[in-house]
């Protein structure tokens, strides 16, 4: 059955009992926002309720409303009972349109389901989620809702904050940045309070160092990484004199010589480049004006990370002994001089000694043909007389020592040409009883007697004719110059000493005084005129020895006998 339709004069009646009634609620939310009403009494099912959204405190209001983020009050029926300017904002929409409105109208249709768990949640204590709302032009924001349940005079309400996620996304990147900003602040601290700390460090053990270097003999300094002088110990000035310790450099470079500078400049600074030892000898010119030569050496200090922190150098005065070097090249320039005119005078002996016995050959030559002829001359009775006989025989004697003369010089020219024979391992002992051989006449007329022990050093480093030569002057010495009245004994041993091998000749003969060893290997030189001899055997040995880098010592005793210690290399 169909209901009758209003009248148009029912429905003017209506339409204006709905303005009145709408103005009623915008005079009432003027009211409220303008604190005019203080509680507010909403019809429930239960009854009317009072809500009281700011008290009667205009402050809590007006903080409300300045916030930057929406803030509203909920009913029960999720009914809009308060909304701050900002929520208007954010929703683009009158302030008027939200008030008294169901939130559930700006929620859109797919996230009223969440929006309902969220409420739920929200009246059971509070809540917190995200969802987009739609602003009166359509378009749907995201927004974070954070919900809590709030009392006014034994009633419920529900309050929640609102706040676009765009602004809290700024508001996380600009914290993130803010902590970044403090991280590396924090860093720069620690970095900062490290640095401090190894300057305070290297401050005490510069400190240190100082009192250290303070306590040496000589001048001490150190110097930063990059080469500038950042210390100088009290010896530096009293060399200069406190009084000439001008500069930046306390007078360093005003003290070093000029023409030191450029090298030891070079130096010092190849060595900041590289971290090498420093050490180089210049001179400094003391508070007199006299200029000291000095070895300068550095090193370089560092730190647990192998950077160098400083340097540390000392200057000691070299004085002394660079002028004791200057007086040693001096001396070895003086021998060297002295030792080429000893070749040239070598030189020019051995030219004099082969002329001499070249030239004196024909001669003595020629007088040993007129002495036979003047035997072949002389009868027979008168050359055996007792006048004749002794002349003729002087005369004989004194050709035939004259030949041997000459025979002498000649070996003597031939060993020094000899010089630098190549030397080869030579058995000793056979040696030695090649020669014993030869003396076997000798030996038996005196009843000497040999003991012979060459076992530690069986074999030498020599020329084996000139080994020969040396075994037989000594031999044949110690028999011709053997004391009266006892047999020759002579001792042989042979034993290595070092780098060398030593043959030691021992007799029992006269002897000599031992202060005239030099004069006993000189060239024609004799002690004892009461045998035969030339004074010219152990001036050969030595030259031989000596030619092959070896030499010979001699130890005597008047009337006790002789040692020759004959030092071969090894």
Not at 77 to 93: F, K, P, Q, S
Not at 541 to 564: Q, Y
């Amino acid at each position: 059955m169909n209901e009758p339709q209003p009248t148009a004069a029912a429905l003017a009646q209506e339409n204006e009992e709905l303005r009145a009634q709408l103005e009623e609620a915008r005079e009432l939310i003027h009211a409220i926002r303008t604190g005019a009403v203080d509680a507010l009494a909403v019809q429930g099912p239960e009854g009317p309720r009072i809500f009281t959204p700011q008290g009667a405190d205009q402050g809590y209001r007006t903080l409300i409303e300045q916030m930057n983020e929406g803030a509203l009050l909920l009913g029960e029926e999720a009914t809009v009972l308060y909304c701050n300017a900002c929520l208007a904002g954010l929703l683009g929409r009158p302030l008027a349109g939200i008030m008294g409105s169901a939130f559930d109208d700006f929620v859109p249709p797919a996230y009223k389901a969440y929006w309902a768990s969220l409420l739920l949640e929200g009246w059971q204590g509070r809540s917190k989620g995200e969802l987009p709302l739609q602003t009166e032009a359509g378009e749907l924001v995201p927004f974070s809702v954070a919900l809590n349940v709030l009392r006014f005079n034994q009633t419920s309400a529900l309050a929640v904050i609102v706040t676009g996620l765009s602004a809290r996304r700024e508001i996380t990147a600009i914290r993130a940045r803010v902590a970044e900003q403090n991280a590396l602040l924090d860093r720069k601290s620690e970095e900062l309070k490290h640095e401090e700390s190894a300057r305070q460090v290297g401050e005490r053990a510069a400190a240190a160092a100082n009192r250290l270097l303070e306590g040496i003999p000589h001048i001490a300094w150190t110097a930063t990484p990059d080469g500038h002088n950042s210390y100088l110990n009290g010896r530096w000035f009293d060399y200069i004199g406190q009084e000439n310790a001008a500069g930046f450099d306390h007078g360093w470079s005003l003290h070093l010589h000029p023409d030191d500078g450029a090298a030891a400049g070079t130096r010092w600074q190849q060595c900041l480049r590289t971290g090498e030892v420093f050490e180089v000898e210049y001179r400094f010119r003391n508070r007199a004006g006299d200029y000291r030569w000095m070895l300068g050496r550095a090193l370089p200090s560092r730190d647990e990370h192998g950077t160098i922190v400083q340097w540390i150098g000392t200057c000691t005065d070299i004085h002394e002994h660079k002028l004791a070097l200057v007086r040693i090249d001096e001396g070895q320039r003086e021998l060297r001089d002295n030792n080429e005119q000893l070749t040239r005078a070598n030189v020019d002996l051995d030219n004099f000694i082969y002329t001499a016995s070249h030239d004196l050959k024909a001669p003595i030559s020629n007088i040993e043909g007129l002495l036979d002829a003047l035997l072949s001359e002389l009868p027979a009775a008168t050359a055996q007389s007792a006048e004749v006989r002794p002349i003729l025989a002087l005369m004989e004697e004194s050709v035939n020592r004259f030949k041997r003369t000459i025979e002498h010089l000649t070996e003597v020219s031939k060993l020094q040409k000899e010089h630098g024979r190549p030397i080869e391992p030579v058995n000793l002992a056979a040696v030695i009883r090649d020669v014993c051989l030869d003396l076997e006449p000798l030996i038996q007329s005196t009843g000497a007697v040999l003991d012979v022990d060459v076992a530690a050093a069986p074999t030498v480093l020599f020329a084996e004719k000139n080994l020969r030569s040396v075994v037989f002057n000594l031999l044949s010495n110690a028999l011709k110059y053997r004391a009266p009245g006892r047999p020759p004994q002579l001792r042989l041993r042979a034993r290595p000493e070092g780098a060398s091998v030593v043959l030691e000749v021992q007799d029992n003969g006269l002897g000599f005084d031992a202060t005239q060893e030099t004069r006993l290997f000189g060239l024609f030189q004799r002690f004892h005129d009461h045998v035969e001899g030339s004074g010219i055997g152990l001036y050969m040995v030595k030259r031989m020895l000596e030619n092959a880098g070896g030499r010979i010592e001699a130890r005597s005793e008047v009337g006790s006998g002789s040692t020759f210690l004959v030092y071969f290399i090894g």
